[in-house]
């Protein structure tokens, strides 16, 4: 197990573990004056964890541009390929006045997600994830991106936008990743509700910038990059 003391990114490479079980790990915080251990419990389980079916479900990262009053309603379906083992659905940032009913464990296991945005929701943007985790605590997570706007013709634009950049990247054999706001912010500062201005001073600081990175837009590009180059690093590329 290793830390990066600049960016606090934990990687653990458990090949070789020939037996599951539960590892107990520590990382101490210091700031010259205090301080302050933070415990990991690391859980090996065998077999394969669950995944999610697509179709019906949307593809992980999937934006959906929406005006005010229009409906929204797709389904969720995981499944798990280990005999005897069973799935359970649960969900994180639904939207006020959405609806995921949260059906009993099965295998597959599937549920309906719905919305209708009210006006309050204006520009606004709602990142929302599921969750399906089977009966020996594996889990794996999928997440949407919900953005809502009062007229169509904004939404066509985001849309459009976000369209010729996949359809260029499939036309020239390139792989597109999708993060979410919440997972930049917790791979470039390791907290969630991370504001602008602390994602801006963490990219200075990973990057070695002598300043902050201006305008703001560029400080955001740089973030998903860090968070895509972290990404390919814990997976071994």
Not at 33 to 43: E, G, I, M, R, S
Not at 83 to 102: E, K
Not at 153 to 166: E, M
């Amino acid at each position: 197990m290793s830390i990066n003391s600049t960016t606090g990114l934990v990687t653990w490479n458990n090949l070789g573990l020939s037996t599951t079980g539960t590892w107990q790990a520590q990382v101490m915080v210091k700031d010259g004056k205090a301080n302050t251990p933070v415990d990991f419990l690391l859980k090996i389980v065998s077999g394969t964890p669950p995944q999610f079916v697509s179709p019906p479900t949307p593809d992980d990262g999937t934006a959906f541009a929406l005006k005010i009053g229009e409906s929204i309603g797709f389904n969720v379906k995981a499944s798990d390929t280990d005999a005897g083992d069973t799935v359970s659905l649960n969900h994180a940032g639904l939207p006020s006045g959405a609806s995921f009913p949260i059906p009993a464990p099965a295998n597959p296991v599937e549920s309906t997600f719905t919305w209708t945005p009210a006006e309050a929701d204006a520009g606004t943007i709602n990142i929302v994830c599921f969750t399906a985790t089977d009966n020996k605590e594996r889990a794996v997570q999928t997440w949407f991106g919900f953005f809502y706007f009062t007229n169509a013709k904004t939404a066509f634009i985001v849309g459009q936008a976000r369209g010729v950049v996949l359809l260029a990247s499939a036309k020239h054999n390139v792989s597109v990743a999708i993060y979410t706001p919440l997972q930049v912010k917790i791979a470039v500062t390791g907290y969630g509700r991370a504001d602008k201005n602390q994602i801006s001073q963490m990219v200075k600081t990973v990057l070695k910038l002598k300043s902050i990175p201006k305008p703001d837009d560029v400080a955001d590009a740089l973030a998903v990059a860090i968070t895509h180059a972290f990404s390919q690093k814990m997976r071994g590329f």
